[in-house]
Every structure is written in structure tokens, then in C-alpha cells.
């Protein structure tokens, strides 16, 4: 049926009220919330607003967001591909249970990850004491923001790149072994050119929550200004001194990374459908 | 985002093949042993170190009562009204054509990729004292930040998409044959819905409701903004647990964490159930 013709002979009922409702509501909850944000931030002169922007303490978190962002989805890439890969191909005990757990980051409440970690890798933590004999700081240093991420962004790199890997195991893999090729060149070859859109959008997806992230990251990161500050707390920091241009303009930038980081993750599953030739078949 | 079948593992052959399947089973292993399982260790074993009296006591605290209380208010107001949204939303979507509709999928689930933070934000510069609203509700008396009704919308914002993209894909899946077959016969639109629709998507609606409520009882950031931190009156669980843990108050801090922690098994357990439900009628 042709795009459009189906609306007007559909003999479902409901169309206009469903889908009003749907925008009402998406509008008032979503749209003018953000609307409001983009205007508030328009009424800001633009001298004021890139010397908001451009502040040394600003710029420091941008570093600080971003890097601890791209080292821990890069983290999450090399041992979530390792976790995916065990968990489809090998049976070991807890495999299932393990399985379960991947989901764990997103049902646990964010403040409830911080001070777990925090009590984890603090000195006195149990493993904050050991690494501390090592002479290694994690909590209250940029690497606890690291280390709050990668639990973020792990659940995203596994479960983008498992389906994948059943998808390769299935069809290519067997192929080239009847035909002779050995393991890692059956790897290089051919599973890992299969999974790899995957596990690019998993790590796109993973930097884009750890941009973002706030609640699992403030408990472990010890929050000092120019050193273990993110981008997030800068703004609730502007909200708290009721500086409203500043928590607008820095929000503003960080709205504009979102839409950038979306656009990137649809591109990449875009590369991902032509790459693997299934233009069509999702 | 749902777990796959893990498919039957295939026998491993040769020396080398045993050696790397350990190693990287080892890996894998130790990698979730330090990120998931230690933390929820550390969660029982500090709220649970000065006993379990003292863990039981602190639940008798009002404003730990008060912040339990909240939590379970304002995810009993955003998952319904989500959920209806997400109904909606996905009826609309799914059984009709229309100029536009990748658009709108896109747009719902934008709260997905903007920081917690920023769903907060964009409410007080609405209804903050200094937000374009401020003034005109500061004379009216109505308070929206700092109060509950601010509380419940940043949830609504965060928790938006979870039921509707759940249902998207399903019911477009599933197609209208059924519902046009009754509505042919002349059977009532809303007859339509409850006796074919519903136990049609009873389970991807489930699946939804349930992450939805997960992220509502547990929202950090969103709420953080707009809460106020009042003790006892605008603190859900979540700021509860901040309060206590920045007043060193340890015990009574994880004692609340492991409520949420416990919250967040049982999602996982009835998400996996319901998974296991689902079965193969999903892709």
C-alpha cells in the first residue's frame, strides 16, 4: 500500500485522537521544555554568551566529560566485546546469571552506582585500599569519572554487539571454516568486519550516555573545579548560584552535543545496513 | 534495549582454541565480577556493618519514610501517564501512514539522548523563580520547582520514550488484520482495543511499564535540579541516599541504596521473565 493512501481508507478507528494526543503531549512534556531552553539561551548577548562558553573552568570540563566519556566507551568497546563474544560462544557456570546482570547499569538508580563505586575504589574500599599499596588513586580522581562511565556504557556495547555476533556465528563463519580457514583468520576476516558496525554504534552509544552522565559520577569524582569536574555538575552548580545564563548557555552546548551525537549513532547504522547489505531486511 | 537468545555454544577443538576460550572467559568474567557484582557487594556488606538492627532502624526514619513515600507518588503519576502516551503514541504510529512519522520516532526518543541534567534544567528556566514563569506563578502561589508537580514532570521527561518504543516496533510487527477483521464485523473501536490489541501487546506493554518504572523510582539528575533537597518533603529515594551519604551517615545512606539495589533485581528478574514470555514471538 502506497504511503498515505492508508490513513485515508484505513477503517481503524482513532487516528486523529491518538495522534493528537501524541503530539500534545510530546510537545508539552519534550519540545517546549527544550524550546525554552534554545530561547533562554538566545536572549543572552553573544559576547557574554562565548565568554559563559569559553570560560577556562567551562572548557576544562568539556576535557574532562568528553575524554573520561571516550576513554571509557573505548574501555567498553575492547572488554564488552569480550563479554558479548564469551557469553555467546562459550558455555561456562553464571553464564545465563551474567547475562542477566548486563542489564544491571540501567535498572540500578545512578546515585546508588556512584556510591557503590565510591565505596569500592575509595582508599578504604576494599579495592581502593589495594590499588592504593599499588600507589593508583581511582576515587576522587578523573579516573573514578572513567570507571563511573564504563559501568554506564557497558550495557550498551553488549547488547549492540551479541545480536550481531549470533547473526555472524550463524551464516559467514561456518562457511569459511568448511572451506579450511583457520580461527583467527576466520576472526579477522570475517566476524569481526560482521560485527564491527555493531560495535561502532555500541561505542557511539556509550560515549553519548557518558557525556551526559551526572548521578553515578558525582559520588566518585570528588568534584573539584578544574580537575575533576563534568560538564553536568558545572550546570547544576550555575542553578544553585541562580545564574541562569550560564546554566542556559552551558546546557545549550551540551543540547547541541546530543543532537550531534544522535545524528552520528544514526549514520553509523545507516554505514552498518549498507556495509552488511541489509538495506531493507530491518 | 532486550537481551538475545543466547544461541547453543559450539564445542571448542584444539589446545589453542581451549587456552583462549579460558582466557577470554577469565576476562569476562573478572571484568563483570569488578564492575557489577562488587558494587552491590559493597552496597549490603556497608549497609549492613553495623548489624542488622541498625540496618532495620533506619528505615524507621521519618524523612526516609517521606522519601520512600515520594518515590512511589511520582512513579505512580508518570508511569500511568507515560504508559497511555506510549499506547497512543504507538496506535498511531504503527496502524496508520502518515507524512512525518520518522520524524515523530525520532523526537520521542529524543529524552534519551539529552543528559539528565538538561531535563531538569529546562523546567526551572520555565517555572524557576527566575525562570519566564516564575514571576506570574510567585503571585499565584503555585509552586512547580521544588515541588512535587516539578518532580513529576522531570520524571515524565526522562522516562517518556521507554513504554512507547517498546511498542512501536511490536505492534508494527504484529500488524492490523485482527483489528480491521472486527471493526469490518462491527465491533466497537474500544471493544477493538481491549479484546484484541491488549492481549496482543500485553507483554511488550508489561516489558515497557516495567523499565519505565525502574527509571522513575530511580531518577537522579532530572529530579536533583528541580528537588530542592528539602528533607523530608521534596527528597525521593534517590536524593534521600545523597543527603545521608554527604552526611556521612553510611549506614543509613546504603541502607536506602540497597531498597533501590533490590528494586533493581526485581526488574531484572521480571524483565527476564517476561523475555522468556515474549519468546520467539519478538524478533
Given at each position: ?282 | ?174 500488524g492490523s488484520e485482527e483489528e ?17 490489541t491488549l492481549p496482543k501487546i ?17 531518577e537522579f539528575g532530572a529530579v ?60
Amino acid at each position: 500500500m502506497a504511503a498515505g493512501s492508508q490513513r485515508r481508507f484505513s477503517v481503524l478507528p482513532g487516528f486523529g485522537l491518538t495522534l493528537g494526543f501524541t503530539t500534545f503531549f510530546l510537545s508539552a512534556i519534550v519540545l517546549l521544555p527544550l524550546a525554552a531552553l534554545v530561547l533562554r539561551t538566545a536572549e543572552i548577548s553573544i559576547d557574554d554568551f562565548l565568554a559563559i562558553v569559553l570560560d577556562e573552568r567551562a572548557i576544562a570540563t568539556y576535557r574532562l566529560s568528553f575524554g573520561a566519556a571516550a576513554l571509557a566507551a573505548l574501555i567498553n568497546a575492547i572488554f564488552g566485546f569480550i563479554v558479548a563474544w564469551s557469553l555467546v560462544r562459550y558455555d561456562f557456570p553464571a553464564r545465563r546469571l551474567l547475562d542477566g546482570m548486563i542489564d544491571l547499569p540501567f535498572a540500578l538508580p545512578t546515585a546508588v552506582s556512584g556510591i557503590a563505586l565510591a565505596a569500592v575504589f575509595s582508599p578504604t574500599g576494599w579495592l581502593g585500599e589495594r590499588l592504593a599499596t599499588l600507589g593508583m588513586q581511582v576515587a576522587y580522581t578523573w579516573l573514578g569519572v572513567v570507571v563511573a562511565l564504563v559501568l554506564i556504557g557497558l550495557p550498551f556495547v553488549v547488547r549492540s554487539v551479541q545480536p550481531a555476533l549470533v547473526e555472524a556465528q550463524r551464516d559467514l563463519e561456518e562457511a569459511a571454516e568448511t572451506l579450511g580457514a583457520g580461527g583467527w583468520y576466520v576472526f579477522r576476516r570475517i566476524i569481526f568486519p560482521t560485527v564491527a558496525p555493531a560495535l561502532v554504534t555500541g561505542f557511539t552509544m556509550a560515549l553519548a550516555r557518558g557525556i551526559g552522565e551526572y548521578g553515578s559520577v558525582v559520588f566518585i569524582s570528588g568534584n573539584l573545579p578544574m580537575q575533576t569536574e563534568i560538564t553536568p555538575l558545572l550546570i547544576v552548580i550555575k542553578l544553585e548560584q541562580f545564574d541562569y545564563d550560564a546554566a542556559a548557555a552551558l546546557g545549550f552546548i551540551m543540547l547541541v552535543i546530543s543532537f550531534v551525537m544522535l545524528l552520528a549513532i544514526n549514520l553509523v547504522q545507516a554505514w552498518g545496513r549498507r556495509r552488511l547489505g541489509l538495506e531493507g531486511r530491518r | 534495549m532486550t537481551a538475545v537468545t543466547l544461541p547453543a555454544p559450539r564445542r571448542a577443538e584444539g589446545i589453542g582454541a581451549r587456552v583462549v576460550r579460558a582466557l577470554l572467559i577469565g576476562i569476562a568474567v573478572s571484568f563483570l565480577a569488578l564492575l557489577l557484582l562488587a558494587p552491590l557487594g559493597a552496597i549490603l556488606a556497608q549497609a549492613l556493618e553495623r548489624g542488622v538492627q541498625v540496618y532495620l532502624d533506619s528505615f524507621a526514619d521519618s524523612d526516609t519514610r517521606a522519601a520512600i513515600r515520594l518515590t512511589l507518588l511520582t512513579a505512580a503519576i508518570a508511569v500511568p501517564v507515560n504508559t497511555i502516551f506510549g499506547v497512543c503514541a504507538a496506535w498511531a504510529i504503527a496502524r496508520f501512514e502518515f507524512r512525518g512519522k520518522s520524524l515523530l520516532i525520532t523526537l520521542i526518543d529524543l529524552p534519551f539522548a539529552v543528559s539528565p541534567v538538561i531535563a531538569g534544567l529546562v523546567f526551572v528556566l520555565l517555572f524557576g523563580s527566575h525562570g519566564w514563569f516564575g514571576a506570574w506563578l510567585l503571585e499565584r502561589d503555585i509552586s512547580i520547582i521544588f515541588a512535587l508537580p516539578g518532580i513529576v514532570l522531570a520524571t515524565t521527561f526522562v522516562t517518556f520514550p521507554y513504554v512507547a518504543r517498546e511498542l512501536i516496533p511490536l505492534m508494527q510487527q504484529q500488524g492490523s488484520e485482527e483489528e480491521v477483521a472486527a471493526i469490518t464485523l462491527g465491533a466497537r473501536p474500544w471493544t477493538v482495543f481491549a479484546r484484541i490489541t491488549l492481549p496482543k501487546i500485553r507483554w511488550g506493554l508489561l516489558y515497557g511499564v516495567i523499565l519505565c518504572n525502574a527509571r522513575a523510582m530511580g531518577e537522579f539528575g532530572a529530579v536533583s535540579v528541580v528537588s530542592g533537597h528539602i528533607r523530608g518533603l521534596t527528597t525521593t529515594m534517590p536524593l534521600h541516599v545523597e543527603i545521608l551519604y554527604n552526611e556521612y551517615n553510611f549506614v543509613a545512606a546504603f541502607a536506602v541504596a540497597s531498597l533501590l539495589a533490590l528494586l533493581a533485581m526485581l526488574t531484572l528478574v521480571a524483565k527476564s521473565l517476561v523475555e522468556w514470555r515474549m519468546g520467539s514471538g519478538r524478533t
